[in-house]
């Protein structure tokens, strides 16, 4: 009967992810704190901080609200996370608080985007990077949205990302520096892509995407000044709304 117990619960236990999520943070005084974004926590999650302290653990199918650790010296910090979570509040923290998140290194294999995580990932952490292999991406499930995902951070990085489970990246690069090659593969799910490189005022590079069941599209290209490269939208047959998808584009 004991046996039976213990296969039960690892049955209803997620099985954890085995590469980290990797983030570097930037303290610059002794004894600064930072915050990490609310989060739930699929399996066993393990969060090494990064400076030989005691770990946090987060136990499986609970929330954790506003994490913070506390380090002793200034400088640079890589923060990992083993298991699988999504963040379901990334406005946590204030935004000093948010400077402080200046890197993704490894997007890992726990870190879950679905129905029901928060959009808006990334949004106006002024400070990230992406250093991560642009071959390297969350874990999409079903119904995951990238709505504002880099909004005015300092994204700046190539991506070839699948797309698999992704209905909508309005606003995704929104007011990023970005200048780098995007490409989006199995797009098939995709029904928005408005504001896509809205006032991403740097970006210039061809785009070329597949959007068959993609119906809204505005402002795609609106006020990206610098824009004034090929763009190819196939199978856009559903495409009903373009409005002003490059207003203010005026390289274009």
Request: proline letters at 6%; aromatic letters at 14%; a neutral charge.
């Amino acid at each position: 009967m004991h046996n039976m117990w213990v296969a039960l619960l690892l049955w209803l236990v997620p099985s954890a992810s085995s590469l980290p999520f990797i983030t570097t943070w930037r303290t610059n005084t002794s004894s600064e704190t930072i915050i990490w974004p609310s989060i739930r926590a699929q399996s066993l999650v393990t969060i090494d901080w990064g400076d030989n302290s005691t770990s946090s653990t987060i136990n499986p199918l609970t929330n954790v609200t506003d994490l913070s650790h506390v380090y002793a010296t200034a400088g640079l910090h890589n923060v990992s996370v083993f298991g699988d979570f999504r963040w379901i509040s990334p406005y946590s923290g204030s935004n000093a608080t948010k400077t402080k998140l200046v890197d993704i290194v490894s997007w890992g294999d726990g870190f879950l985007v679905d129905a029901n995580s928060d959009s808006n990932l990334f949004m106006s952490y002024s400070n990230l990077r992406v250093s991560a292999s642009p071959f390297t991406q969350p874990v999409f499930l079903p119904g995951a949205s990238l709505v504002y995902m880099f909004y005015a951070t300092s994204f700046d990085s190539p991506l070839n990302w699948n797309l698999i489970n992704v209905v909508n990246v309005n606003g995704m690069f929104q007011y990023a520096p970005l200048n780098k090659p995007i490409t989006f593969s199995n797009t098939q799910g995709l029904v928005q892509c408005s504001a896509l490189f809205f006032n991403a005022s740097k970006f210039n590079q061809p785009f070329t995407m597949d959007i068959p069941n993609v119906t809204f599209a505005p402002g795609m290209f609106a006020y990206a000044a610098s824009f004034n490269q090929p763009v190819t939208l196939t199978n856009s047959q559903k495409l009903a709304n373009t409005f002003n998808m490059f207003l203010g584009a005026s390289s274009f």
